[in-house]
């Protein structure tokens, strides 16, 4: 396992207009992981995530030089991957592949960044999967709950408001692929472009990396923008949805939190409700389900807060028809008193044990390491986080946790949505 100490000294760096370029080399025989990212920005209030989430759907179906087949036979004989996703104000990019390989599946990344075939009939065979999972989320009772909630939490302009079913429908029907390429001419590019490459990269130099990857990439700078919480609700709303033929039903409740990733609150705030419902070990699981046998499942966590907009605080819980009401009673009076309570201090040494244990096996791969720097960097911390993030969990006393609970849970302001047969 790496020993996540020191790592900052090793790292190089090359920055330049058209972005940034991390290397950490280390010793493993031939293996090499990339991470990358660039910021797109889009307009959330216009629906352009939709867009966004089509175009990377498109960018592994072939280009204007490759046939999908051809692509997919290249990746298969280096025994490499190339995945692309879609990470809110930005597009994001995996690689993993042998040195050997390196520049090869590095020209293919660029090809597949500057010139998508954009194929009508892979398009539409994409839009049509895309029709077919939201037409099954329909019937999930977690994902309606969820996405019911985040419409009380946020504003449509903000990256975590879930479009309703049938807007999200129509728009994706509504989406041509002259849409997508008008977007993917403004928005793929040098726009914060970053690379993190970890392993066997002897030979390679980080501006080679960053040249290979973003060569011939332009677009026009798009502008930063930010995305407030907006007015939140005086009094708590409780909802219900009915979903046919679901008899275990899913509850989330929660509220905005106005704190941001970088915030001095967040870590403290974080170790709270990681205690209140991050694992198998928190309150809420010994209380509401090992104790009162009220749920399958229950969890608390914060939810998408980031280095640029703040997130909420949400607790989800799965029960059975017959418990529904008395479990959201014995939820919510836990969690009031946990936030009234001190946090033993035991508890929170496991908890900071778990965390930092967790964040050590993340490190223990080329891959892990160079999804935590991407990370960071996006986030815009120094290099040093790499080492000291243990440390930053470490150092957080009761007081601040107690203090970082009683400032932002507020258990009465808990919207309550419920999704399933009643």
Not at 47 to 55: M, R, S
Not at 223 to 250: C, F, M, W
Not at 296 to 302: M, N, P
Not at 403 to 421: E, N, Q, T, W
């Amino acid at each position: 396992m790496v020993n996540p100490t020191h790592l900052a000294d090793r790292i190089l760096v090359h920055s330049e207009e058209k972005g940034v370029s991390l290397v950490l080399p280390w010793d493993i025989d031939s293996v090499v992981s990339l991470r990358g990212s660039f910021r797109t920005q889009p307009d959330f209030d216009g629906g352009e995530e939709v867009i966004q989430d089509i175009l990377v759907g498109m960018l592994d179906k072939g280009t204007q030089k490759r046939s999908k087949i051809e692509i997919s036979a290249l990746l298969e004989d280096c025994g490499a991957s190339i995945h692309f996703s879609s990470s809110g104000l930005a597009i994001r990019f995996d690689v993993r592949c042998l040195k050997a390989d390196l520049k090869t599946v590095l020209g293919l990344l660029n090809n597949q960044l500057r010139y998508p075939a954009f194929d009508e009939r892979e398009f539409n065979l994409l839009k049509d999967r895309f029709v077919a999972n939201i037409r099954r989320m329909e019937f999930d009772t977690s994902s309606r709950a969820s996405d019911a909630l985040s419409r009380l939490i946020y504003t449509p302009s903000h990256p975590s408001w879930a479009i309703p079913t049938q807007d999200l429908l129509s728009k994706i029907q509504q989406t041509t692929i002259d849409d997508v390429r008008r977007y993917w001419q403004s928005m793929v590019g040098l726009n914060d472009f970053s690379v993190v490459t970890v392993g066997d990269v002897a030979g390679f130099y980080a501006q080679d990396i960053l040249t290979m990857a973003a060569d011939g990439l332009t677009c026009s700078p798009v502008e930063k923008k930010e995305y407030p919480l907006g007015s939140q609700k005086d009094e708590a709303v409780t909802e219900h949805i009915e979903i046919a033929d679901r008899s275990n039903l899913d509850v989330c409740m929660g509220h905005g939190i106005p704190v941001f990733k970088r915030s001095p609150a967040y870590l403290p705030l974080y170790l709270g409700v990681f205690a209140l419902g991050g694992n198998f070990s928190s309150h809420l699981m010994s209380s509401i389900r090992d104790r009162d046998g009220l749920t399958y499942g229950i969890r608390s966590a914060l939810s998408g807060i980031h280095a640029t907009y703040q997130g909420a605080w949400i607790t989800s819980v799965t029960m059975s028809r017959d418990k529904l009401a008395l479990g959201i009673e014995k939820t919510k009076s836990e969690i009031r008193s946990f936030i009234e309570e001190s946090t033993p201090e035991r508890q929170l040494n496991t908890c900071k044990t778990t965390l930092i244990g967790s964040y050590q096996i993340q490190l223990s791969t080329t891959g892990g390491l160079a999804a935590t720097l991407l990370s960071n960097h996006e986030d815009g911390y120094p290099l040093q986080r790499i080492d000291t993030s243990p440390l930053e969990i470490q150092s957080v006393s009761v007081e601040e946790v107690n203090a970082a609970k009683a400032k932002y849970l507020a258990p009465d302001r808990l919207h309550v949505i419920s999704a399933g047969s009643r």
